[in-house]
């Protein structure tokens, strides 16, 4: 028997011996071709009001997708006179209650709390684990309080400008031993913008009696001397610290006495209470707007807008300041609450001059820039992001230094190795390169 041909040569045998049998399949072929070019001409030529119907070619489903056409960008807002405290309404309180009516009653922050000192106190010797006060030398336990808004920035870059400036408290947090909550949520939908750090000062109080003092950083605030440890000392008769000045606030009765871009508030029942006291001015609406033409009557340069919280603070000093005046300390020996635009341009000049205790900025906050951009900027957005990145960058550099990096240059993000990587931090005669250590590992170690 012969070799077994394939099926495919057995049917071109086949077809071959069969002649006729395989001939009309040829004759089929042309008269198909004719059909296939007659219907695509009727296609291509024919009316395009036809009401012939051709049968569907794909699968079509019961419930068709309907996809929205893309909003066009809204305009940016344009720049005014108090650009810094434009509220885009549609933005941050979208989603919000109807706003609290002058008509209605007061607002408050919750019940009122008494005998608060007491109870704190009872938790704390019941606790021995949690003092509230710590190594090394004993200073107060802190808890650092910041934040930003719960829905993302409308600016492109704004979240990775928010990321940057939380990557910096955290750094400064761990260099020094403080514990740190980053809050995204409204506590309270009636006081947003400036006024949502109040109900959260005020959970945080009650949640963490462990903690003698509260510091909150605004979200556009950068701590740009890492090394920096605050005198504590001076504020143990205190409950409130301020960056700002006496003379400002009582005589000059001027608005930016103070700022509350960073302080630090003790936890305890006056700051409860003085929380208390503030909280009335704040609800969003048309009582904050009432407040706000307040502020700018009674304080000097305050321009007509909506109630601040720095605004009201002032206000209450001036009003009140049998109550609250003696436990206030203003500080103004060092930078707690610096500001940027005198600062960014000088950072390769102090690095040059070196540190010193009180010589750097602890905080450069750039207030009237916004990284979330949901209020106008009062400043070019160039010049914000410019001055960001560099406060950014003179911050880092002196984390990497333990690393034994360095930023190539303060307007960009490239890094260089300006150290010996061979040896421990604790090998070398920097004692600044030490301190960067975290305090319990500094502690530990025998000097």
Same mark, same amino acid.
């Given at each position: 028997?012969?070799?077994?041909?394939?099926?495919?040569?057995?049917?071109?045998?086949?077809?071959?011996?069969?002649?006729?049998?395989?001939?009309?399949?040829?004759?089929?072929?042309?008269?198909?071709? @004719? %059909? !296939? =070019? *007659? &219907?695509?001409?009727?296609?291509?030529?024919?009316?395009?009001?036809?009401?012939?119907? +051709?049968?569907?070619?794909?699968?079509?489903?019961?419930?068709?997708?309907?996809?929205?056409?893309?909003?066009?960008?809204?305009?940016?807002?344009?720049?005014?006179?108090?650009?810094?405290?434009?509220?885009?309404?549609?933005?941050?309180?979208?989603?919000?209650?109807?706003?609290?009516?002058?008509?209605?009653?007061?607002?408050?922050?919750?019940?009122?709390?008494?005998?608060?000192?007491?109870?704190?106190?009872?938790?704390?010797?019941?606790?021995?684990?949690?003092?509230?006060?710590?190594?090394?030398?004993?200073?107060?336990? @802190? %808890? !650092? =309080? *910041? &934040?930003?808004?719960?829905?993302?920035?409308?600016?492109?870059?704004?979240?990775?400008? +928010?990321?940057?400036?939380?990557?910096?408290?955290?750094?400064?947090?761990?260099?020094?031993?403080?514990?740190?909550?980053?809050?995204?949520?409204?506590?309270?939908?009636?006081?947003?913008?400036?006024?949502?750090?109040?109900?959260?000062?005020?959970?945080?109080?009650?949640?963490?009696?462990?903690?003698?003092?509260?510091?909150?950083?605004?979200?556009?605030?950068?701590?740009?001397?890492?090394?920096?440890?605050?005198?504590?000392?001076?504020?143990?008769?205190?409950?409130?610290?301020?960056?700002?000045?006496?003379?400002?606030?009582?005589?000059?009765?001027?608005?930016?006495?103070?700022?509350?871009?960073?302080?630090?508030?003790?936890?305890?029942?006056?700051?409860?209470?003085?929380?208390?006291?503030?909280?009335?001015?704040?609800?969003?609406?048309?009582?904050?707007?009432?407040?706000?033409?307040?502020?700018?009557?009674?304080?000097?340069?305050?321009?007509?807008?909506?109630?601040?919280?720095?605004?009201?603070?002032?206000?209450?000093?001036?009003?009140?300041?049998?109550?609250?005046?003696?436990?206030?300390?203003?500080?103004?020996?060092?930078?707690?609450?610096?500001?940027?635009?005198?600062?960014?341009?000088?950072?390769?000049?102090?690095?040059?001059?070196?540190?010193?205790?009180?010589?750097?900025?602890?905080?450069?906050?750039?207030?009237?820039?916004?990284?979330?951009?949901?209020?106008?900027?009062?400043?070019?957005?160039?010049?914000?992001?410019?001055?960001?990145?560099?406060?950014?960058?003179?911050?880092?550099?002196?984390?990497?230094?333990?690393?034994?990096?360095?930023?190539?240059?303060?307007?960009?993000?490239?890094?260089?190795?300006?150290?010996?990587?061979?040896?421990?931090?604790?090998?070398?005669?920097?004692?600044?390169?030490?301190?960067?250590?975290?305090?319990?590992?500094?502690?530990?170690?025998?000097?």
């Amino acid at each position: 028997m012969g070799e077994r041909k394939p099926a495919s040569d057995r049917r071109s045998g086949r077809c071959q011996h069969y002649y006729y049998h395989c001939r009309p399949a040829n004759t089929i072929t042309p008269l198909a071709f @004719v %059909l !296939l =070019v *007659t &219907g695509a001409l009727f296609l291509i030529l024919g009316p395009t009001n036809s009401s012939l119907t +051709l049968p569907a070619l794909r699968v079509q489903f019961s419930n068709p997708i309907h996809i929205a056409a893309a909003e066009s960008p809204q305009p940016p807002p344009e720049a005014g006179n108090n650009t810094a405290t434009t509220v885009d309404d549609g933005d941050e309180d979208a989603g919000l209650p109807p706003a609290r009516q002058l008509t209605d009653p007061p607002y408050s922050l919750g019940r009122t709390i008494l005998g608060y000192d007491a109870r704190r106190s009872a938790w704390l010797a019941a606790h021995p684990e949690f003092p509230a006060r710590v190594p090394p030398a004993g200073r107060p336990r @802190v %808890l !650092l =309080v *910041t &934040g930003s808004a719960p829905s993302r920035c409308p600016d492109q870059d704004g979240d990775h400008l +928010l990321l940057r400036a939380f990557k910096n408290k955290a750094d400064y947090c761990r260099v020094h031993g403080l514990d740190v909550f980053y809050n995204t949520a409204f506590l309270d939908p009636e006081m947003s913008g400036f006024w949502a750090k109040l109900p959260l000062l005020r959970s945080m109080m009650l949640a963490h009696p462990e903690a003698e003092f509260l510091w909150w950083v605004d979200s556009d605030a950068v701590f740009t001397d890492i090394l920096f440890e605050l005198p504590w000392d001076r504020y143990a008769g205190h409950n409130l610290v301020l960056h700002g000045w006496e003379a400002k606030v009582y005589e000059e009765k001027h608005w930016v006495g103070i700022n509350t871009g960073s302080f630090l508030i003790r936890n305890c029942q006056w700051s409860l209470d003085l929380l208390d006291a503030l909280a009335p001015m704040g609800p969003r609406g048309p009582v904050r707007d009432m407040y706000g033409e307040l502020f700018a009557k009674e304080l000097t340069g305050r321009p007509p807008f909506e109630a601040d919280d720095q605004s009201a603070l002032v206000y209450l000093l001036v009003t009140q300041r049998e109550r609250w005046g003696d436990k206030v300390f203003f500080e103004n020996s060092y930078d707690l609450n610096g500001f940027w635009e005198g600062i960014v341009d000088r950072y390769e000049e102090m690095r040059s001059k070196g540190r010193g205790e009180g010589k750097w900025p602890l905080v450069t906050h750039f207030v009237g820039c916004k990284p979330c951009r949901r209020y106008v900027d009062s400043y070019p957005a160039e010049k914000c992001r410019l001055g960001m990145e560099r406060a950014f960058n003179f911050a880092d550099d002196q984390i990497l230094k333990l690393y034994g990096f360095a930023h190539e240059s303060l307007n960009g993000t490239a890094v260089q190795r300006v150290g010996n990587d061979t040896g421990g931090p604790l090998d070398a005669d920097d004692g600044e390169l030490a301190r960067l250590l975290h305090p319990t590992f500094r502690a530990a170690v025998p000097t």
